[in-house]
């Protein structure tokens, strides 16, 4: 993949990923809105509700006052305002039907067909009655105008009409029955003054000016000041938030998971396109690395074909060990190939036993020493570990061995001094190995364990490598349950540690 094509897909998957989020914002704000809607209108349907009561409680205690002053006994305190209602509007029916009764009367109007002769008791007991029914009409009727008056232009003060007792209990109801059961301050307002006539909690004050959930008390009266039931909850985010919070939660997780999955994806494609440019620099390399080798062993065959050169003992032998020392190059170049498919399939197979690591390592020192004096280096061993035994595949924790002791030299630009410690910590033997070379960044230093991967040495082309050998010591340390890690500093040298379970 170019990287121009990179790019594209990277842009247009970040303005996927941009407008997804946006989406799931906007839904999210917009369920936050149609909740404080929601909550605004259930709470003014409560003060309504509460501010209607309190209206119909106060209608019903009128009646039942004017009753008990109409009839003048203690006793007609047990009427109550329904059945104090209920003869008001009898009373008020009565009247218009003997109204209209009294005008027809007043104006001579008698039906025809009316019986010519009626008895006369029964004209005399209308005659008699008739005033009493018009005065007990005139006197319900003066009453039900004097309630209206009362109710309708009421100028009582508001401390002897509402109950502030009477008021919290509805106003504590009516929000109950609509599921709001959080903390809340309230207290009745004078709006053109700006002062509460009652107030629950004078902290609140300037909470309640500020609200918007308010609704009119007594908004039937046709004179006098208005006042409004106010109320403000302090919790009222919290307690929205509650309600919301699992819808928003899944959302979160949701955008969360599918920006993992691009983040993933974009980290996944860039390592696999550094992967492919690394592969690219080992084919390459690698091939010219067995092109060397391939083409001195072919001119040493050439030469030995030549009578002269066979003639000559000396020039023989030269040729021929010519021709070994090739062969051999080719064989660690094959040895490597078989390492990087043995990484690549994990199938690095071990074989472990009981070794003393001590005994390992002067091996392996012996092995590569002849290599650190041809550049006139040395290398100190300093082993101070008491138990040495580990179960480990001999063959390969050599290896392991022999791939730092060569590291450490490949980058030690002048004479390489090479530092061999270990010493013990508890259950674990920690093998250190130190040189004084080149050293490495820190973003180096996360990747040197990467397959293929290369420490870059500027305008430096004398480090040979195909970038497998640390990758091939990662996978044998953790086949043998260790850990192995690096500490080092750009021009200060580097060092490694490789920690393996003792037996």
Same mark, same amino acid.
């Not at 029955?177 to 009745?188: P, Q, T």
């Not at 492919?276 to 030995?304: C, Q, R, W, Y």
């Given at each position: 993949?170019?990287?121009?094509?990179?790019?594209?897909?990277?842009?247009?998957?970040?303005?996927?990923?941009?407008?997804?989020?946006?989406?799931?914002?906007?839904?999210?704000?917009?369920?936050?809105?149609?909740?404080?809607?929601?909550?605004?209108?259930?709470?003014?349907?409560?003060?309504?509700?509460?501010?209607?009561?309190?209206?119909?409680?106060?209608?019903?205690?009128?009646?039942?006052?004017?009753?008990?002053?109409?009839?003048?006994?203690?006793?007609?305190?047990?009427?109550?305002?329904?059945?104090?209602?209920?003869?008001?509007?009898?009373?008020?029916?009565?009247?218009?039907?003997?109204?209209?009764?009294?005008?027809?009367?007043?104006?001579?109007? #008698?039906?025809?067909?009316?019986?010519?002769?009626?008895?006369?008791?029964?004209?005399?007991?209308?005659?008699?009655?008739?005033?009493?029914?018009?005065?007990?009409?005139?006197?319900?009727?003066?009453?039900?105008?004097?309630?209206?008056?009362?109710?309708?232009?009421?100028?009582?003060?508001?401390?002897?009409?509402?109950?502030?007792?009477?008021?919290?209990? &509805?106003?504590?109801?009516?929000?109950?029955?609509?599921?709001?059961?959080?903390?809340?301050?309230?207290?009745?307002?004078?709006?053109?003054?700006?002062?509460?006539?009652?107030?629950?909690?004078?902290?609140?004050?300037?909470?309640?000016? $500020?609200?918007?959930?308010?609704?009119? &008390?007594?908004?039937?009266?046709?004179?006098?000041?208005?006042?409004?039931?106010?109320?403000?909850?302090?919790?009222?985010?919290?307690?929205?938030?509650?309600?919301?919070?699992?819808?928003?939660?899944?959302?979160?997780?949701? #955008?969360?998971?599918?920006?993992?999955?691009?983040?993933?994806?974009?980290?996944?494609?860039?390592?696999?396109?550094?992967?492919?440019?690394?592969?690219?620099?080992?084919?390459?390399?690698?091939?010219?690395?067995?092109?060397?080798?391939?083409?001195?062993?072919?001119?040493?065959?050439?030469?030995?074909?030549?009578?002269?050169?066979?003639?000559?003992?000396?020039?023989?032998?030269?040729?021929?060990?010519?021709?070994?020392?090739?062969?051999?190059? &080719?064989?660690?170049?094959?040895?490597?190939?078989?390492?990087?498919?043995?990484?690549?399939? $994990?199938?690095?197979?071990?074989?472990?036993?009981?070794?003393?690591?001590?005994?390992?390592?002067?091996?392996? #020192?012996?092995?590569?020493?002849?290599?650190?004096?041809?550049?006139?280096?040395?290398?100190?061993?300093?082993?101070?570990?008491?138990?040495?035994?580990?179960?480990?595949?001999?063959?390969?924790?050599?290896?392991?061995?022999? $791939?730092?002791?060569?590291?450490?030299?490949?980058?030690?630009?002048?004479?390489?001094?090479?530092?061999?410690?270990?010493?013990?910590?508890?259950?674990?033997?920690?093998?250190?190995?130190?040189d004084h070379g080149l050293g490495m960044s820190r973003e180096a230093a996360r990747q040197i364990f990467q397959k293929f991967y290369r420490v870059p040495t500027g305008n430096r082309h004398d480090v040979k490598g195909f970038g497998l050998g640390l990758a091939y010591v990662k996978s044998v340390i953790d086949q043998h349950d260790g850990e192995i890690s690096v500490d080092s500093e750009l021009?200060?040298?580097?060092?490694?540690?490789?920690?393996?379970?003792?037996?």
């Open positions: 993949m170019s990287r121009l094509s990179l790019r594209t897909v990277i842009l247009l998957m970040s303005l996927a990923l941009i407008g997804l989020v946006g989406f799931q914002l906007y839904w999210i704000d917009g369920v936050i809105r149609a909740q404080e809607q929601g909550f605004k209108k259930d709470v003014i349907e409560a003060l309504q509700t509460v501010s209607e009561k309190l209206e119909m409680q106060e209608t019903y205690a009128y009646m039942q006052k004017t009753m008990m002053a109409q009839q003048g006994t203690p006793g007609s305190s047990q009427t109550t305002g329904g059945s104090v209602f209920f003869e008001i509007s009898d009373s008020l029916f009565l009247s218009q039907q003997l109204s209209v009764s009294l005008n027809i009367m007043s104006r001579g109007s #008698v039906s025809p067909q009316a019986p010519s002769t009626l008895p006369e008791q029964r004209m005399v007991a209308t005659d008699t009655q008739l005033p009493s029914e018009m005065q007990k009409v005139s006197n319900r009727s003066n009453m039900v105008v004097t309630v209206l008056q009362e109710m309708l232009m009421s100028t009582r003060s508001l401390q002897t009409r509402l109950s502030p007792e009477f008021l919290d209990s &509805l106003l504590a109801y009516e929000l109950k029955e609509r599921a709001i059961d959080i903390d809340y301050h309230y207290g009745v307002l004078v709006p053109h003054q700006d002062r509460f006539v009652y107030l629950a909690d004078d902290l609140e004050k300037d909470a309640l000016l $500020n609200s918007e959930l308010r609704a009119s &008390l007594f908004p039937n009266d046709l004179t006098g000041d208005f006042q409004y039931l106010v109320i403000d909850f302090p919790e009222k985010s919290r307690f929205l938030l509650g309600k919301i919070w699992l819808t928003s939660a899944s959302s979160g997780v949701l #955008v969360l998971v599918v920006m993992f999955c691009f983040g993933y994806a974009i980290r996944t494609i860039l390592r696999q396109k550094k992967l492919s440019e690394m592969k690219t620099d080992f084919i390459n390399n690698m091939t010219h690395e067995l092109k060397t080798p391939i083409a001195t062993v072919g001119l040493a065959v050439e030469a030995l074909q030549d009578k002269d050169v066979r003639s000559a003992p000396t020039m023989g032998d030269r040729y021929l060990g010519m021709i070994q020392e090739e062969n051999t190059r &080719l064989g660690h170049h094959v040895e490597k190939v078989l390492q990087m498919a043995a990484i690549e399939k $994990n199938d690095l197979r071990m074989k472990k036993e009981p070794i003393d690591l001590h005994e390992l390592i002067h091996d392996a #020192v012996a092995k590569f020493s002849l290599q650190v004096e041809k550049r006139e280096g040395e290398i100190r061993t300093i082993l101070n570990a008491r138990d040495t035994m580990v179960a480990a595949d001999p063959s390969h924790l050599m290896n392991v061995v022999l $791939n730092l002791l060569d590291n450490a030299n490949k980058y030690s630009p002048d004479a390489p001094s090479i530092t061999l410690r270990s010493e013990q910590r508890g259950k674990y033997i920690v093998l250190s190995v130190q021009g200060r040298g580097s060092k490694f540690f490789v920690t393996l379970p003792l037996i």
